[in-house]
């Protein structure tokens, strides 16, 4: 990993923590890179699949606003993205019956097939981790990228 990190025209690592920063940033491209494989076998992207994950698991219908809040990644274009997964009919949006000024976005019956269609094959973005570290390693790992956030009580570990 080291070599591979000096070659991006960094002669050498000021400390370990410039060394962290570096690694965090390829294994980000690398995980990045495995997901849009992945999600392109469904012509979705991992955007696209968020918003129809969070639609799914809400008990109430969800303006954009609140897609966008709940999201992983919030500097989104969470309307772009829903206007998307309209043109590919995976949702609808409607006026909403409480407010009028807002609108609700809902799965349409092809989007629950696709998202159950993912949801079986899901597992799969897990394996370029799990072919390369254990579960006690992971788990370490995943509590000290939640201690460096300063997030230990995020949830995530």
């Known amino acids: 990993m080291e070599d591979k990190l000096k070659n991006i025209d960094f002669p050498e690592f000021r400390n370990d923590f410039h060394l ?3 690694n965090i940033f390829l294994t ?3 995980l990045m890179d495995s997901m849009r494989k992945f999600f392109d076998e469904f012509d979705i992207t991992a955007q696209q699949f968020n918003i129809m994950r969070i639609v799914e698991a809400s008990e ?8 966008r809040e709940k999201m992983l990644e919030k ?4 309307s772009r ?12 949006k409607k006026v909403s019956n409480i407010d009028k000024r807002l609108v609700e976005v809902y799965l ?15 597992s799969a973005l897990e394996k370029p981790i799990s072919d ?6 992971a788990a370490t790992l995943c509590a000290l990228l939640s201690k460096m956030r300063g997030s230990e009580t995020d949830g995530f570990c």
């Open 81 to 92: 993205l829903i206007d998307r997964l309209i043109l590919k009919e995976l949702v609808i």
């Open 75 to 78: 500097m989104c274009d969470a």
């Open 132 to 137: 390369n570290i254990n579960e006690q390693e």
């Open 108 to 122: 349409t019956p092809k989007g629950l097939d696709l998202l159950a269609d993912i949801k079986g094959k899901v």
């Open 20 to 22: 962290v920063r570096l």
């Open 28 to 30: 980000e491209s690398w």
């Open 60 to 67: 109430i219908p969800l303006s954009i606003l609140q897609i």
